[in-house]
Each structure stands twice: as structure tokens, then as C-alpha cells.
């Protein structure tokens, strides 16, 4: 049996025993899983000093420190294509080329666990031990072995040496072949038939044939020990080791062509000839795009990423190809082949496609396109996701995006604008004035209304004179004047104008509310104003405005609105005083 162990405490064991699972702890465990494995394909493109591969490597050591602490142990159950946890399966994946728990099942591993104080460095060690083992030819990565030479402190497996040789053979005798030492002291070589036709006629043609006989005989019979050594398994263990060494051995053409052009760049030294033999990979780049095979071509562009990390000082000329190389990989031509690979054919390896676009870094619009052309709901989050983590490096570049025939991408631009903390990104939002489209007006009004700065505000303003009266509406009720004076004249500007007695109860409602909501002293003297100036022969359309403007006092029930509704009780004007008493009275009854 090969197992890593190292001694532990009667205390510890116990400890490690008396806790109870719980929901908590499963969903701790699928976190980890999950994060483990997105880890391993990031680590498996980009370099180990990458920051994609820092970042998810201390996401990772962050989430098992936390479940460390608390349960001392994580010990992880090695199926097939699948990670348990006290006979609960928590992380799963059928794909065998890319699989994790098949990594180390396939070399015969069924337990594996991380142990409290794992550290960083030896996280890293184990994510660096994985990579070395992805890049070994098939016949020679085993990661039992290498785990076993690597003698980690904090991290062990469990996986019996005779895992292979105790199923084959198991129930059966096997072949016995005699062989009868004393011929050799015969002094007679048996030749072939043709052997015997060239040297030696006096040979007859029925020894030669004989011979054959043998050959073939032997032949037959260690056939028969081959098929005796797969028949001692089960059915089920049979195809599972069939599987297994089919999948480890078999490598693409793709693949191997493109490892072995990588190995060709890397070790030669003539520009010219470099620079042919990239235009081999470059066809190949195409071809692995055709087939929808974007994991390898994330790996090859990784690779080139790498060779341009390791020989940027060394061979400037040969950088500057590959950088070139990268060019022209994100010219219209190969842009309009990622297009007819992921909508004209079924695919949905969407980890892979934007594992490629984070090295690839194309135009947006290419995004932009595929969104609006792919329905997925998981495609269409993972775009969104990818525009969130480029907007904190490019946030323009996400403007090109948004146009009137895009509703649906428009939108989720705005909203990645709107929670943006840099204030450029909420200025941009000001260019959706000009659209016709009233949901991307919406979406725009929406978004400002969530920013708390005056910036957000003084657009919003701006929106309060759009043609369409919902639209109005809407941006008034998000407006907030946040103590800004200019913001508070623009408002009360807006009900002076003539024309806003001519507008529905509901718009001046929104407008006397914002006023209330400032709670600054000028907008409380002008709503009292307006209230007190209603008078017995006011005009139907004035008592209504002044109405809204108790309704607004009601709403703020702040001390300083109470004591204008204690004012307007007085009014000369009979609706005036009626819903001045009943807003003070609703007030007094809600604070009981």
C-alpha cells in the first residue's frame, strides 16, 4: 500500500471524528472543489507568477484555511469523475481529458486530504507538482508517484500499489510455456523458409514450414495470456481500465503537432526559420479553432505567452513575431472563425472559450456579437462577468458596445456602469439621453438612481425633461439632491414653470417629494409656500398642487413638517385645511 501518513494525536482524531456534517460544511466542500479545479486549468495556461493564477491560488488557500481551522481535515473520496464526502458527491465531471478527480483516479489514488496548516508554498508546490504532470508524456505521468517523491507535510492520499496488479491474473492459472533447455546443446539453428531457400538447399521446405508453425503458435499463445489478463477483471472493471489507458495514451494530433512545433520555437535560433515554423502553428491555431477545440488553443497561446516571458531579453526579434502572431489572431478573419465555431456549432465548453478570451484579449465586439447570438443564460452571465473584470481596466471600450439595436447587452452595460466607483463611468451614462429606446433610457435612469454621488444626480436632472412622462417620473423618484444647491434650484425651477400645472398628479407628487426628501431648509419654506399660498379662490390645478405638497410633509414627518401642516390647518382654503388635519392626524396615530 502507498500512503503518506504522518502521526496523529488520539486528541486530534477524535476531534476530527465528533464533528457533525452539516449543509454548511457540504457547500464549504463543493467551494473548495469547484475553486480547486478552476485553479488547476488557470495554473495548466498561464505561468505560476501570473496574477490570474495568484489570484484564484489565494482565493483557494483563503477557503481552505477558513474549513481547515474549524474541522482540522478535509479528506476527499477519489472516484471516477467525481470528488466525495461521506458518501455525498460534491464536485463532478464526466469529461475525462480535463477531468480532476480522474487525474487521480486513473493512477489508482482513492483518498486524498489537506490537513490544518497547509500553507502557501506548499499549495503552490502541489498546483506546480499537477502542472509537471500535465506536461509529462502519458507513459511517464503517474501522480501518485510524483506526489509520493514530493513528501508533503499537510497534504496526503491514500492508493494501494497493487491497484493493476491485484486484478490481473486474479482466479486463473496461468499459461505455462515448457521449454527444453537441453535443445540448446543440440547445435541446430532453425531458419525461415526463405532462410533455408538462400543458404542451404539441402534443408527440406517441410522444416522450414515447421518453423513458421511455431512462430505462429507462440504468437497464439501469448495472445491467450493477454486476453486472460484483461478476462480476470469484471465487465466493469475491464472498460474502466481500457478507458483508463486509452484516454492517458492518446493524445490528438492537434496536440501533439502543436507541442511539438512549441519545442521546435523554443530551440531555434534562426529568425527566419522561426518565424516559418510559427506560421505552421498559426495554420494549426486555425485548424483547433475549426474543430472547437478552444482548450487546447488556450494552452498553445499560453504556451506562446510563456515563451515570450522567458525570451523577452534574450530574443527581442523573436518576440516581436509572436507578438505578431498574436495580432493576427485577433484580425476580422480569425474573429469571423471563432463566430462561425460557436453559433453555427454545438458548443458548449464555455471555461475553455474564456480561458482562450482572457489570453486573447480580441475587440469586444466580437463578445457583443456572440451575445446577442447565443441565448444561453450561462453564456450570457459568464460575457457579463467578463465585461465586469475588464470595465476596472478599460471601462471606455465597453461604450462600443452599447447601441440602440442591442437592447439586452445595452442594458447590462448600464448596470456594469452604474455600479462602477469610478466616477468617469457615471458621466458616460449621460450619453443614453440621445437613445430612443425607452428600456435603455430606463435601465440608464435605474442605475443612477443606485449611485449615491451628486455627479449621478445633475444626469438624472437631465432626464427629468425627456418627452416621455414615465420616463420623467421614474428619474425624478431616483433623484436625490444631496444637499446641493444647484440640483435643489433646477428642482424648484421646474414647479415655478407654467407648465408644470398642466402636468398629472403623479409627476408633481414625484417633484414635491424629492423637495421633501432633501429636508433642506429653502425646499421646506418653498413647499410652505405653496401650500399656504392655496387660498379659497385658487384654482383647481393650484389646490392640487399644493395638495401633493402636504402629501410630501406627511411622507418626510420630520418636526419641521409637522409644524407647516399645524400652519396649513389654518388655510383659507377648505381642502387645504381637510388634508392638512388628516395628514397630522395619520402621523400621530402611526407614531402610537
Known sequence: MREYSKKISPQETSKSEEVEVTEEQIQQIKEILHLLAKTVSQVKIYPSDHSTVKNFKDELLEKLTTYLEKYWKLEIDIGEFSFGFQSQTVYHDPAPLKSLPFLFFKDGMQKLSFYRRLNDHQLQEFLELIKKYYRLPPEESDIVSLLWEKDFAHIRYFAPDDYLETKIGVGKQPIEIDVDTQAFQTGTIELSSEDMAVLSPRISPEAAGREIEMKEEILVKKQEVEQIKISSLDEKESLTLKSMLEINRKISPEEELSLLIMEMLRLEEDVDRFSATLKVLAHNHKNIIEKGNFSLAAKLLGDLDDFCRTFSSQ??????????????????????????????????????????????????????????????????????????????????????????????????????????????????????????????????????????????????????????????????????????????????????????????????????????????????????????????????????????????????????????????????????????????????????
Not at 340 to 348: A, M, R, W
Not at 453 to 468: G, N, T, V, W, Y
Not at 502 to 520: G, T
Open 315 to 592: 530574443s527581442p526579434e523573436k518576440v516581436k513575431l509572436v507578438h505578431r502572431f498574436f495580432h493576427e489572431a485577433r484580425t476580422k478573419e480569425h474573429l469571423d472563425l471563432i463566430k462561425s465555431t460557436l453559433v453555427e456549432k454545438e458548443f458548449s465548453d464555455y471555461d475553455a472559450f474564456f480561458e482562450y478570451i482572457e489570453i486573447l484579449r480580441p475587440e469586444l465586439l466580437l463578445l457583443g456579437y456572440l451575445y446577442e447570438e447565443i441565448k444561453s443564460t450561462d453564456f450570457r452571465l459568464r460575457t457579463v462577468n467578463y465585461f465586469k473584470k475588464l470595465s476596472k481596466e478599460d471601462f471606455s471600450a465597453l461604450m462600443e458596445l452599447a447601441q440602440e439595436d442591442r437592447v439586452s447587452l445595452t442594458k447590462e452595460i448600464i448596470s456594469i456602469l452604474g455600479f462602477a466607483e469610478d466616477k468617469r463611468m457615471i458621466l458616460l451614462l449621460a450619453n443614453f439621453l440621445s437613445y430612443r429606446n425607452a428600456s435603455i433610457k430606463r435601465a440608464a435612469i435605474e442605475s443612477l438612481g443606485k449611485v449615491e454621488e451628486p455627479s449621478a444626480s445633475k444626469i438624472l436632472i437631465r432626464f427629468m425633461a425627456d418627452k416621455d412622462e414615465k420616463l420623467r417620473i421614474l428619474a425624478t423618484k431616483n433623484l436625490r439632491i444631496h444637499e446641493d444647491e444647484s440640483l435643489l434650484k433646477s428642482t424648484m425651477q421646474m414647479v415655478q414653470d407654467k407648465s408644470f400645472l398642466k402636468k398629472s398628479v403623479e409627476e408633481k407628487q414625484s417633484l414635491m417629494d424629492v423637495l421633501a426628501r432633501s429636508k433642506m431648509e429653502k425646499a421646506y419654506e418653498f413647499l410652505q409656500y405653496m401650500i399656504l399660498k392655496t387660498g379659497f379662490f385658487s384654482r383647481p390645478k393650484r389646490v392640487e398642487s399644493s395638495l401633493c405638497a402636504i402629501e410630501a410633509m406627511e411622507k418626510a414627518g420630520t418636526p419641521e413638517a409637522i409644524n407647516i401642516l399645524r400652519k396649513a390647518t389654518k388655510s383659507s382654503g377648505k381642502k387645504v385645511r381637510q388634508a392638512s388635519r388628516s395628514a397630522l392626524q395619520k402621523l400621530s396615530t402611526s407614531k402610537v
